[in-house]
């Protein structure tokens, strides 16, 4: 989770520590007790910002549609500002499951960035925090694909969705143990990860999961530099599918305990979305 939302001192500090990421060209920041990805979700890729220092690690997302790539607004809304103050920088995409920090190998590409009209306006029951970069040529990549309306509602309803399990995917910092606070988090990495993860409740605008890696859930998360990555939905059997039910937004500061994503199936986020992507 990089960039966040300013109204709350978690956010605040993730907010801060992507602006001195950048500004002062340090290493990148991956999932929590995670492992690596590979090959494992190549339509998952990472925005990167590409200054004469070289390429930095910024958010992460997913290829929803040929040429839509699906992130968060708090990812976007920065950027024009970015560019203006640094005209010589650029924002760009990779799906590599390495981002090549040197610019010189690697595959990027271009696009436009859309933020939600609506972010930010409707406080934290709904941010509308959810944005899309259509990009200027296609990858050579299955796309993901989005749930069905109200589709978590109705698993709730129906009593399936407690024991629901999804997989976050990401290129933010890591953690491999829960025995220290922020300075147990290592943002070193700019490698494309992955963790499994146990649904803990539902509201309106959120899917919020456990990170601990201990107890039931046996869980891991998202941290800095995981925002607008997926959190693609497990089926009743644990087969993971290509259904994007969520995006990282948000957690706690220290990348322990809890995950808190924005739900895709909410009318708020499908009526962003249907002017970028047929929804299902």
Known sequence: ?????????NKLRRLCAAIVLAAAALPAMAITFGTADGSGHPNVGSMVVKTPNGVFQWCSGTLIAPQVFLTASHCTQPIAQYLSDHPDWQFLVTFDPIIDTTGTTGTFYTGTPHTNPLYG????????????????????????????????????ASGTLNGTRFTAVGYGSTRDSIKKGPQGIDDSNVE?????????????????????????????????????GPHFLRDTNGTETEIVAAITITGDAQCKSSDKDYRTDSPSARAFLADFVTLP
Request: net charge negative; proline share 9%.
């Open 192 to 228: 494309r990860q992955t963790v499994d993860q146990g649904f803990r409740f539902l509201t309106d605008a959120w899917l919020t999961f456990d990170m601990l890696p201990t107890g039931s859930n046996n869980s891991g998360g998202t941290c800095y530099g995981d925002s607008g």
């Open 1 to 9: 989770m990089t960039l966040m939302q300013i109204n709350s001192p």
């Open 121 to 156: 306006t409707g406080g934290q029951n709904d941010p509308h925090d959810i944005a899309v970069i259509t990009l200027d040529s296609a990858p050579p990549l299955s796309p993901a694909s989005l749930p069905t309306a109200g589709l978590f509602d109705a698993m709730k």
